[in-house]
């Protein structure tokens, strides 16, 4: 955590002198403060939040919530992102808001953070040519909560993950019978 992370008198890890959330995520513990660190110092971000989402029952994501500038680059600052941090550090939908909610006493509202949407990382994705392919496309959306899946699009940029992966792959077995 290098020298933005120390202990307060309190005996909480801080950083930038907030104290911060531990979670844990698929048995990873995690300051969520390190996160918000990391993307507050990219370029084009003026105010960064990430916090821990369960939109799905049973799929915990990682969300960063995001106040930007004309900078902001959301391909620059997902490779500095996985270039600085472990993957299961890295936000898997990122939300960009005009202004962080606060609450009437000027502290962060979570409450008030959306949901993501989740959308393919492509727009001009090949469309399946298969009946095969069209079946795995369906799957993939529908495992990973988005309308569509193209066969170019990552699944881990989509938001998935090792559980979300054995749930995919259960489902493709008693679909295709493989």
């Not at 969300?63 to 600052?77: F, H, I, N, P, R």
């Not at 202004?99 to 502290?107: I, M, Q, R, Y």
């Not at 369906?138 to 989509?158: C, K, M, P, S």
């Not at 993950?161 to 054995?166: C, E, R, V």
Request: aromatic share 6%; charged share 25%; net charge negative.
């Amino acid at each position: 955590t290098g020298d933005l992370a120390h202990w307060n008198h309190h005996g909480h890890l801080t950083y930038d002198g907030r104290t911060d959330h531990q979670i844990k995520l698929r048995g990873h513990r995690i300051e969520l403060g390190e996160i918000d660190t990391t993307l507050n110092n990219q370029p084009g971000i003026t105010q960064a939040t990430v916090q821990l989402r369960e939109d799905t029952p049973g799929d915990q994501r990682l969300v960063a919530y995001l106040v930007t500038t004309d900078e902001y680059d959301a391909e620059a600052t997902t490779a500095a992102l996985r270039g600085r941090l472990p993957d299961y550090m890295v936000p898997t939908a990122y939300v960009v808001l005009d202004a962080l909610p606060l609450t009437p006493n000027g502290k962060l509202d979570r409450k008030a953070l959306p949901a993501p949407t989740y959308t393919p990382t492509t727009t001009t994705g090949r469309t399946p040519r298969t009946p095969r392919e069209e079946i795995l496309c369906t799957l993939f959306a529908e495992v990973l909560g988005v309308d569509r899946v193209t066969i170019d699009d990552n699944f881990f940029d989509l938001g998935g993950h090792s559980l979300l992966a054995t749930r995919l792959v259960s489902r493709t077995r008693t679909a295709l019978h493989v």
